[in-house]
């Protein structure tokens, strides 16, 4: 009897433990701007536009920041669009000097892009990063560029979200 209440005491708290982890996969999804008033870049006689939501989440490839753009194109001369994600979380090594304070909230962690269309209509891409153990924060930086053929991609700016707790 008491080897049995003591493993139901146990199992209860594992459960609460676990329900407690669990909890903290399902993440908010910020969203980076939107259909009416999306992300743009200009260049060369080409416009790039873009939206989308971005969120912290764990599948089957691990817990991963997770961009899914929607982004198009009115092409010029064979130019193609794409949208770049950063994910930035809170550990890192900050160097400073004896003036300067480390007051950084968030550090660059890693960098992907989406894959390039040509597309006049909206369509959908993916883009992922891993996360590391070492921080329990991530947010994104992400923007909309142009793949313009045989000269400098052109970059619209920056838009970055909250940050997410994984």
């Known amino acids: 009897m008491k080897n049995t209440l003591l493993r139901g005491v146990a199992v209860a708290a594992m459960a609460i433990g676990l329900a407690?982890?669990?909890?903290?996969?399902?993440?908010?999804?910020?969203?980076?701007?939107s259909k009416s008033k999306p992300l743009t870049v200009v260049g060369y006689g080409s416009t790039g536009y873009g939206y989308g939501d971005w969120k912290v989440s764990t599948g089957s490839d691990?817990?991963?920041?997770?961009?899914?753009?929607y982004q198009r194109l009115n092409d010029s001369d064979n130019h193609k669009v794409?949208?770049?994600?950063?994910?930035?979380?809170?550990?890192?090594?900050?160097v400073s000097g004896d003036l300067l304070d480390c007051t950084q909230a968030y550090y660059y962690y890693a960098s992907t892009t989406t894959?390039?269309?040509n597309s006049s209509a909206y369509v959908n891409k993916k883009a992922t990063t891993g996360l590391t153990a070492a921080a329990d924060y991530a947010r994104a930086a992400v923007r909309v560029s142009l793949d313009i053929p045989w000269r400098t991609d052109q970059h619209g700016g920056w838009a970055y979200t909250d940050g997410n707790k994984y």
């Open 62 to 69: 691990g817990t991963r920041s997770r961009l899914s753009g």
């Open 20 to 33: 407690g982890f669990g909890a903290g996969i399902a993440q908010a999804t910020e969203y980076i701007n």
């Open 82 to 94: 794409y949208m770049g994600l950063e994910t930035w979380v809170n550990a890192g090594a900050c």
């Open 115 to 117: 894959s390039h269309t």
